[in-house]
């Protein structure tokens, strides 16, 4: 089961309607390595800043991806290009 806890705390900094709307479009995989998140544990999965803040990317949900820890440790402040990081198609657009 998914941690409640966690689920609160990242509505808290997304929003609820953001997070499900996201975890609909990315079918609860991680974006950059299709990894299954649907089980993991809420602090296992992340939600990543395609365009990282630091480089001028927003919130909206067209910036936003779900990803695994791993792949959002690993691309840390960087855009996908720059961490030779290319998203996986979302399957729903
Ligand atoms: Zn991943």
């Known amino acids: 089961m998914r941690s409640i806890t966690a689920q609160l705390v990242l509505e808290a900094i997304a929003g609820a309607d953001v997070i499900n709307a996201l975890r609909y479009r990315d079918h609860d995989r991680c974006r950059y390595c299709g990894r299954d998140l649907s089980q993991a544990a809420g602090r296992d999965w992340h939600i990543d800043h395609v365009v990282p803040v630091c480089q001028g990317g927003r919130g909206g949900l067209d910036n936003l991806v779900m990803a695994c820890w791993r792949c959002n440790l690993r691309k840390g402040g960087r855009t996908p290009e ?11 657009g």
């Open 82 to 92: 720059q961490a030779g990081m290319p998203l996986m198609e979302s399957g729903r």
